[in-house]
């Protein structure tokens, strides 16, 4: 009896009926201050990795559902047979070229030791003939001067003779031979002399290594080999400084072909950080073709919810405003950004996606609001929360907000009006 007095009491009757109500004001407070998206999925953008050379997979490749926190490398692909006819043929130029430029810089060696043995040769000949020509200068100035002597002699003969003469001592005959004597010694001096001046340019010539003989060229034959030596000198070096310069150029080919075919020879993969393996479409260890699928990673650091709001609600929504999401099964609100909005006519995502985005209906947008990066759902679930369905609200302008309570006050003040003149 008591207890059924204190339920029929007035004050528990009323504070039931406030209990109620405060309780629908409670659930229908969210729909009043935000706008609420009947459906929202978690997605993100995939990263397809294709083979980049045909060969085989390494047996080392991640498995589906695998999460990286940090960057690292893999091998992905082995070349089995790759092409190495472009290396061979550099190497073997590479190695004519090498022996051509070793052959000319050893006749340069061997022109150089011939040059040296031929400037021996050509200084010996040139201190010889300066030697030779000294000498007869030497003998021509002792001629000149046996010569003079005699000039002098028979000058004194011949002016004796023609003082006999003049005393009747001596006829004009004896006189007359004396004469021609002296006239022949004198010209004997002369040719001396200039012997002796021929000599001297023949030596001043000599020690310029010019030679005036005249069953002799301006240079010896030394001198001769000599320059032929320098012509055939410059076509080795001309020789030699081209297949240096191609030596040089087929190396640097035959080094970047090498880090080419090492290349080809294996691929290594750079697994990016804060993704996850999606799918995986080959398997490890496998043979694939260039360009073939092997797997795909999803980014785990920019994944976006996907809402449908009414098409009435289009220009109530905007490119950078902010909304609130919660995963479903999860406590937490997170605060998102709007980064896109699409009508209803516009063709279909082309994107590479995890999760499946279905055509959206007549007269409703398609709203893409990114979440903040959370790496700790990655690591429990292997997933990133992809397809997983999400609450999303969205904030009301002030003004909406009072024209609703307004709208929604004149409709309740309007049906209490309807129902007292009813009653």
Not at 283 to 309: K, N
């Amino acid at each position: 009896m008591h207890i059924e007095r204190f339920i029929r009491s007035r004050i528990v009757r009323r504070s039931l009926a406030l209990g109620i109500i405060a309780l629908s004001g409670w659930a229908l407070l969210p729909y009043v201050t935000y706008r609420i998206a009947p459906s929202a999925y978690v997605n993100a953008e995939l990263m397809r990795v294709t083979a980049p050379m045909a060969g085989q997979l390494s047996s080392d490749l991640p498995r589906k559902g695998e999460y990286f926190e940090h960057t690292r490398m893999v091998p992905l692909v082995e070349a089995r047979s790759p092409d190495r006819r472009h290396f061979m043929d550099l190497d073997q130029q590479l190695a004519v070229s090498t022996k051509r430029a070793e052959l000319a810089r050893r006749q340069l060696e061997e022109i150089a030791e011939l040059d040296r043995k031929l400037r021996e040769r050509s200084d010996d000949y040139r201190s010889g003939m300066v030697a030779r020509l000294s000498h007869e200068i030497g003998e021509t100035e002792v001629e000149k001067g046996g010569c003079l002597a005699e000039a002098r002699q028979r000058n004194d003969v011949a002016g004796r003779m023609e003082r006999l003469v003049k005393l009747g001592i001596s006829s004009q005959i004896r006189s007359g031979e004396a004469q021609a004597s002296q006239e022949a010694t004198a010209t004997r001096c002369q040719m001396a002399d200039q012997r002796l001046q021929r000599l001297r340019t023949e030596l001043g010539a000599a020690e310029k290594g010019i030679y005036l003989r005249g069953d002799a060229n301006d240079v010896p034959y030394s001198q001769q080999q000599r320059e032929r030596l320098v012509l055939r000198r410059q076509e080795l070096e001309t020789d030699l400084l081209q297949n240096s310069s191609r030596a040089a150029q087929l190396a640097a080919e035959i080094a970047e072909e090498r880090a080419r075919l090492d290349r080809l020879d294996h691929y290594d993969l750079s697994l990016p950080a804060a993704h996850v393996v999606w799918s995986v479409a080959a398997s490890p260890g496998s043979m694939v073709t260039e360009g073939q699928s092997v797997f795909d990673f999803a980014d785990c650091e920019r994944r976006f919810i996907v809402v449908e709001l009414p098409e009435r609600d289009f220009e109530k929504i905007k490119a950078g405003d902010a909304a609130t999401v919660r995963l479903i099964g999860s406590r937490e609100w997170k605060a998102g950004q709007i980064r896109q909005v699409r009508g209803s006519a516009a063709y279909g995502d082309d994107r590479l996606l995890a999760a499946r985005v279905p055509r959206p209906d007549p007269g409703n947008i398609t709203i893409e609001i990114s979440l903040p990066p959370n790496g700790t759902s990655a690591d429990r679930n292997g997933s990133c929360d992809i397809g997983r369905l999400a609450e999303v609200r969205f904030e009301r302008r002030a003004d909406g907000l009072l024209r609703l309570v307004s709208s929604k006050l004149k409709w309740l003040t309007a049906r209490l009006e309807l129902d007292q003149s009813s009653l």
